[in-house]
């Protein structure tokens, strides 16, 4: 593809020669001459003047340092993505149901069913939808048109998938949520009874959702994810939690019952959001943080400790034990103080 | 069922029409006049008012304000959780083994082998077990009567499962645990050696293990699960540890090698217990805490991180690595007050 | 294996009769007269008198203590694992492919395919592998001599896995890196667009990756994971983190895109190390810490949270978001002490 034909198709100036032919992406320390590559994040400004890149994507204040052509974008890393996606078409895959294959449903001619798989009775398998090997989808799933399910993925009964949604491998859509009483007296008291789970995962369309990543189903309604959002790997999503759209999830994040997330929200990773909480759209949780209340209003939240060298770490951290006794000492020393300060002789006024 | 019907198996009182016919569980917002929902969190109270569910389930204090039919129970949610597996009975699987399964051992008329299994040599599968699609059960492994695999489900070798035990997708029972001793001089010095992990893990009756969840089988001795316990999504159990009968852990707990967790205990998720440890009976650990010393007491034990604003974080939070000098400045302050207090002419006995 | 050939193979000094026949290794409490047990902790210590053991592998300072025969050794849990990898040798596998598995490559005589496998075009199986039931890997892949993959595990497309590798099940090597650009403006505000993960995952000699474990391919350049590097269960790898030799991560652990991690570091169960950071050769972090900034120096870190009976938690913990007044508060009451020390007739030199 050539400079001139991804100014033509995306935008953007282009600066220098529009006919040098581009054949793939690459960071600027290692793209070569029929490479393009981007400069999203001023810090790394000093790698520009090096690079053996073919051409450069990048913003305006930046153009002038490039030392090879380069398209100027308002949003580089944006504009990269679309190249980046043009240069790299999704594998065409074969059609059709591998010999191996077990499918209980009508499956349509454009669909790929790969070797292994299993397709219980009654599942809707949209046009061109590609299920890897040794993936399982229960009964009276869905999946919509170009879904993507990548190797070994699981779907329980009943769930409903949307287009274009793509799932890693080893991630399970619809286990049963977490949901049992527990019995208070006889023999069996603090056993645990179960309640079955009778709702299902509705997941909206252009979703993608990382490897190993598990999304229960609801426990009487539906869990449900809306469009666009973005699970990364090993995520827990717990059942009745309702995700708004274009939320990002980093990985190990945590999401207990009932919680539900605004619409463009982040999640760092490692986050844990507890059950039945609401957080409002546009909020955006560091990584490693306990969100234990709900969050009404936009805004970046953060609770995460910082570490140190472990000998620094025990002679401070062992007086979180003790910031109870800290503030009391705080509020009798000002007692005190207040006090000396007012006795007969003490010029009070100049605290 | 019929309310009546109902009342005469699990007792309660019931308050209205005992004719009615109940076909579903449902949410006190979605229930309609055919279903029957329940209330058992005083919190949810304001609901019941606007309820279209035929009956609700709810405690004798709240009986008056029901507009609708009742049952009237000391344990709403628990006498819930009985009418809901009531109102839906596990699917009748199909019996016997399909035809795309490997099965190498024998197998019990009455269980159910789905396509793409796997069973290893010298297994013993109990009866009217059902083992689901892709799972993989190594050589000599048991999987007690009436459990229940679903898809995607790995057993490794020599493990034992429980009777009604049910496991969900991407489960990993009985890998290696984590035993390397490092080598401490030579050309290898630093690198790791394997001990072979030659332990099993044992699970009780009544267990249920979620999604991804993996539990490691024992070094030299085994890796023990009492009855009853239960296992939310994407748990981590090291290799020696031993839990208690009937306790609860929440989705993204880890619980490090040869760690005991006693019985009736629940972990909430994101808690990391760390090895070695011992937990009494009847310990609550909540979400988020890292478990790093004993507890020899039942009780609630919490170590979470409020969160802030994120500027408020940065503010308060840079402190935590000062709190060694916080102390000092505060003994110091006091020292000072005390020394000032004391002077000649000073009032001691006011402090 | 005789005491004496144990001696002849592996070094040390043997007390006691070097005729004894050992068959099995066991842990103190529960080895019988044909079993070698070790002593490493010497916390361990008072179990040394009771034990039934027929050995016991100990370093010098406790060879007086013990009962039985021992062999005296300056590492004994290393001596230990060598001892244990003798007794209890790797499982003869058969070779071959199960009629079950499909496979579209060729395969080396020496190698296994196990029931349900399936292996891509184009990719090459080193000598002697063995790959469990169920197992997926995708075109190109490549996997060393004797590297061992247990029971679904998915490796995709175009990644490396080295000789003598270790995989246990439900692991995912190569899935795509968690890389999207989001949009600015427009009708889609917010939504996010994928960044084509055009990486590989390199994985070294003599790695171990626990169950379920995720290492994400890289975004342009290589995820890399140097020789030797051991991951327990459940460990997140975001795209582009490169891991020094001989690294131990425990369970739970993240690590963010770009982040490099030196050789020998051992990282503690459920840490989380953000992305980009680089850490030193030797560090050693703490669990349930959260790295949040490069580490240029061996050594330990942590930033881990004491926890609490409930009712103090609350009372200790609050005062966190009052850290910044707290402080506050001490720097005015040392400024009034100062005050009150040095008006007239306070003798301001004791301070």
């Known amino acids: 593809m050539r400079l001139d034909e991804i100014v033509a198709r995306f935008g953007g100036e282009l600066i220098g020669d529009g006919q040098l032919a581009i054949q793939q992406v690459a960071t600027l320390e290692r793209a070569g001459p029929t490479e393009i590559t981007f400069l999203a994040n001023p810090k790394y400004r000093e790698k520009l003047g090096t690079t053996n890149a073919g051409a450069v994507i990048l913003a305006p204040e930046m153009a002038k340092e490039s030392p090879t052509a380069c398209i100027v974008s308002a949003n ?50 949209g046009e061109r939808a590609r299920i890897g090997p040794g993936c399982v989808i229960g009964a009276g799933a869905e999946l919509g048109a170009d879904a993507l399910l990548h190797a070994n993925v699981t779907i329980y009964a009943g769930c409903k ?18 949901g049992f009483a527990r019995q208070q007296e006889g023999d069996d008291a603090g056993a645990w009874l179960k309640i079955p789970q009778i709702g299902r ?72 959001i507890l059950g039945h909480l609401k957080i409002a759209d546009d909020v955006n949780i560091s990584a490693g943080t306990l969100v234990a209340k709900s969050i009404p209003k936009a805004g970046n939240y953060t609770g995460a400790l910082p570490f ?44």
């Open 201 to 272: 995962v509705l997941i909206g369309a252009d979703v993608e959702i990382g490897a190993n990543t598990t999304i229960d189903r609801g426990a009487l309604d539906d869990t449900v994810i809306e469009d666009g959002v973005k699970f990364d790997n090993q995520i827990q999503v717990g059942h009745n939690v309702r995700i708004g759209a274009h939320s990002a999830l980093a990985g190990c994040v945590g999401i207990a019952g009932s919680a539900t997330l605004g619409r463009r929200c982040t999640v760092g990773g490692g986050a844990v």
């Open 308 to 351: 140190l060298e472990h000998s620094q770490w025990l002679k401070n951290f062992a007086h979180l034990r003790q910031l109870d006794t800290m503030a009391d000492r705080i509020r009798a020393l000002e007692a005190q103080v207040k006090m000396l300060a007012t006795m007969p002789g003490k010029p009070e006024d100049e605290f």
């Open 161 to 178: 998938i949307g287009a274009r949604v793509i799932i890693h491998s080893g991630a399970v859509i619809g286990a049963d949520g977490f």
């Open 76 to 125: 580089p890393y944006l504009y990269f993505a679309r190249v980046a996606q043009c240069l790299n078409p999704a594998a065409a895959l074969a059609t059709g149901i591998h010999p191996s294959a077990t499918v209980e449903s009508d499956i349509p001619a454009t669909a790929c069913v790969a070797a292994g798989a299993y397709i219980g009775p009654r599942a809707l398998i």
